[in-house]
């Protein structure tokens, strides 16, 4: 946890930065969700930001001492180390001391011809040269300032790295109680130990039909279906009812919308998917682990497995253009269902132009709403949550064990070279999509159409693959065989002990 990459070493934070940085994003959320009821999305996400930002982990880094102890620097024996069995004449020994000549660099000194009459000289000069080392007493000789290290940075992957390192081997709670030590949270009545704020229902009003009013909306929405799709059946259907109530919905007047609930599965969901890739390879780069990530969680992704599942059809609304939204997108995603590279769906409109097309933010809200929801009936158990997240997601995470989907955009950087891409981009102008057209060196430009930039870019990114003969999904080891089974998250990613006989244990 507290060796950066540039050291060069057999292992560093990174693995463990990834893992903390979800966890830490998981209990944050937790918290503020938990601790103001009354606040709306934005600012739930706001505080949360506010609470993890590299400003607030680096002030505590720096608090606690943590940046001395981070370990930056390849050891290099000319110029940080002690060489092997080298030993100094006493007296050449007391005087290099009383010079002020730190011990690592002694070996400099003595390996220098008449080292004895020049001695004053050498050391000025090395002193010179190795100003930085004066405070080596006080500092490790790694020290960040020695490798020209951001300090924040470092700073905020130590706390991250710590945490991910505390949940491994102690578990949830020796995570969370570090966390509390941690005080990132200045109110010392506060804990990250959330078992004493447990919710118990989402329902507004205190009328005496409040009650009568989230069982008529459960039952005319025909909710005990959704409950078997899912293969959860709340003990508080007022979990269910909000999860499903698109903020445009006149329907349902007793819960709010789905929006906090939302606010809260994203959180949970991003951290259990990340503890189910960690689990899944040791060999897995921070980099891949997030590309994974990415893909399982974003909007498109979530969309689809409402779809799949028919959540779709349960979610209340009054929206006649969020009707319109849903329809083409299912009707699209028929089209497409055989596709081999539907990572991304698009509409092709000839072979020079591709239009990405718009996927309906309200169905991966509503799936991220509905764990949020089943998180908090079921006593916010993890274990719960992620049965269900598995039953959704089944169809996704068994293509997982067969491919990586591959970021379009980087990926033909990395083929091309940067220095022959080129992008042109159109923002969007009244109903016209955004374009982006992308100049290939010896390749004709193609076009990319989408709902904003980002989207336009990632379209034509991937047609330009596609004219290189080059796009395809990225094998982590070469191809495998699909698996009937889902790799297991870690167990103790939820509670217990996870370092036993020297290796980690993956089953659930």
Same mark, same amino acid.
Request: charge should be neutral.
């Given at each position: 946890?507290?060796?950066?990459?540039?050291?060069?070493?057999?292992?560093?934070?990174?693995?463990?930065?990834?893992?903390?940085?979800?966890?830490?994003?998981?209990?944050?959320?937790?918290?503020?969700?938990?601790?103001?009821?009354?606040?709306?999305?934005?600012?739930?996400?706001?505080?949360?930001?506010?609470?993890?930002?590299?400003?607030?982990?680096?002030?505590?880094?720096?608090? *606690?001492?943590?940046?001395?102890?981070?370990?930056?620097?390849?050891?290099?024996?000319?110029?940080?180390?002690?060489?092997?069995?080298?030993?100094?004449?006493?007296?050449?020994?007391?005087?290099?001391?009383?010079?002020?000549?730190?011990?690592?660099?002694?070996?400099?000194?003595?390996?220098?011809?008449?080292?004895?009459?020049?001695?004053?000289?050498?050391?000025?000069?090395?002193?010179?040269?190795?100003?930085?080392?004066?405070?080596?007493?006080?500092?490790?000789?790694?020290?960040?300032?020695?490798?020209?290290?951001?300090?924040?940075?470092?700073?905020?992957?130590?706390?991250?790295?710590?945490?991910?390192?505390?949940l491994l081997v102690g578990g949830s709670k020796a995570a969370r109680r570090f966390m509390d030590w941690l005080r990132i949270v200045e109110n010392k009545d506060s804990s990250f130990m959330s078992d004493a704020r447990i919710v118990n229902k989402t329902i507004m009003s205190t009328e005496y039909w409040a009650e009568r009013e989230v069982s008529r909306v459960y039952h005319s929405n025909c909710l005990d279906r959704l409950e078997d799709e899912i293969g959860y059946t709340f003990n508080n259907k007022s979990f269910l009812v909000q999860a499903v109530t698109h903020p445009s919905a006149i329907q349902n007047k007793v819960t709010d919308c789905y929006q906090r609930l939302?606010?809260?599965?994203?959180?949970?969901?991003?951290?259990?998917?990340?503890?189910?890739?960690?689990?899944?390879?040791?060999?897995?780069?921070?980099?891949?682990?997030?590309?994974?990530?990415?893909?399982?969680?974003?909007?498109?992704? +979530?969309?689809?497995?409402?779809?799949?599942?028919? *959540?779709?059809?349960?979610?209340?609304?009054?929206?006649?253009?969020?009707?319109?939204?849903?329809?083409?997108?299912?009707?699209?995603?028929?089209?497409?269902?055989?596709?081999?590279?539907?990572?991304?769906?698009?509409?092709?409109?000839?072979?020079?132009?591709?239009?990405?097309?718009?996927?309906?933010?309200? +169905?991966?809200?509503?799936?991220?709403?509905?764990?949020?929801?089943?998180?908090?009936?079921?006593?916010?158990?993890?274990?719960?949550?992620?049965?269900?997240?598995?039953?959704?997601?089944?169809?996704?995470? +068994?293509?997982?064990?067969?491919?990586?989907?591959?970021?379009?955009?980087?990926?033909?950087?990395?083929?091309?070279?940067?220095?022959?891409?080129?992008?042109?981009?159109?923002?969007?102008?009244?109903?016209?999509?955004?374009?982006?057209?992308?100049?290939?060196?010896?390749?004709?430009?193609?076009?990319?159409?989408?709902?904003?930039?980002?989207?336009?870019?990632?379209?034509?990114?991937?047609?330009? +693959?596609?004219?290189?003969?080059?796009?395809?999904?990225?094998?982590?080891?070469?191809?495998?065989?699909?698996?009937?089974?889902?790799?297991?998250?870690?167990?103790?990613?939820?509670?217990?002990?996870? *370092?036993?006989?020297?290796?980690?244990?993956?089953?659930?």
């Amino acid at each position: 946890a507290f060796t950066l990459r540039s050291s060069n070493d057999e292992f560093d934070l990174e693995r463990l930065e990834v893992l903390g940085d979800a966890f830490l994003k998981f209990s944050i959320g937790e918290y503020v969700f938990l601790s103001f009821m009354d606040d709306h999305e934005g600012n739930l996400s706001l505080k949360r930001s506010g609470l993890v930002c590299n400003k607030t982990l680096y002030g505590l880094a720096k608090k *606690l001492g943590l940046p001395n102890f981070l370990q930056t620097g390849k050891l290099d024996p000319k110029v940080n180390g002690f060489l092997p069995g080298f030993i100094a004449n006493p007296t050449i020994a007391k005087k290099l001391c009383d010079l002020g000549l730190n011990g690592n660099l002694w070996h400099q000194v003595l390996s220098t011809k008449d080292y004895v009459k020049l001695v004053k000289i050498c050391v000025y000069k090395i002193l010179c040269e190795f100003d930085k080392y004066r405070q080596s007493q006080e500092h490790c000789v790694s020290s960040c300032l020695a490798g020209g290290i951001d300090l924040k940075a470092c700073g905020r992957e130590a706390i991250q790295a710590l945490i991910g390192a505390y949940l491994l081997v102690g578990g949830s709670k020796a995570a969370r109680r570090f966390m509390d030590w941690l005080r990132i949270v200045e109110n010392k009545d506060s804990s990250f130990m959330s078992d004493a704020r447990i919710v118990n229902k989402t329902i507004m009003s205190t009328e005496y039909w409040a009650e009568r009013e989230v069982s008529r909306v459960y039952h005319s929405n025909c909710l005990d279906r959704l409950e078997d799709e899912i293969g959860y059946t709340f003990n508080n259907k007022s979990f269910l009812v909000q999860a499903v109530t698109h903020p445009s919905a006149i329907q349902n007047k007793v819960t709010d919308c789905y929006q906090r609930l939302e606010f809260l599965g994203d959180a949970v969901l991003d951290y259990l998917i990340t503890g189910l890739i960690y689990s899944r390879s040791k060999q897995y780069t921070p980099g891949k682990i997030t590309d994974i990530r990415s893909h399982l969680v974003k909007n498109e992704t +979530l969309a689809k497995v409402a779809v799949t599942v028919n *959540l779709h059809k349960y979610l209340v609304y009054s929206n006649s253009k969020l009707q319109a939204s849903i329809d083409r997108f299912i009707e699209l995603l028929d089209d497409h269902v055989d596709d081999e590279d539907n990572d991304e769906l698009n509409c092709e409109e000839d072979t020079e132009v591709v239009e990405d097309i718009e996927v309906p933010k309200a +169905l991966g809200d509503m799936v991220e709403a509905i764990i949020g929801a089943v998180y908090l009936d079921s006593q916010q158990s993890l274990h719960q949550t992620w049965n269900v997240i598995e039953k959704l997601m089944s169809s996704v995470l +068994l293509d997982l064990q067969s491919a990586i989907p591959i970021n379009c955009i980087r990926k033909l950087y990395e083929v091309v070279g940067s220095g022959d891409i080129e992008f042109e981009c159109k923002p969007p102008e009244d109903k016209e999509p955004a374009r982006v057209t992308v100049y290939v060196k010896d390749f004709k430009p193609v076009k990319g159409l989408g709902k904003n930039i980002r989207v336009a870019k990632q379209a034509a990114a991937k047609l330009a +693959l596609k004219k290189k003969g080059i796009f395809q999904i990225k094998r982590p080891n070469g191809p495998l065989k699909k698996s009937p089974k889902i790799p297991k998250i870690i167990p103790e990613l939820l509670t217990g002990r996870l *370092l036993i006989n020297n290796h980690f244990t993956l089953f659930w």
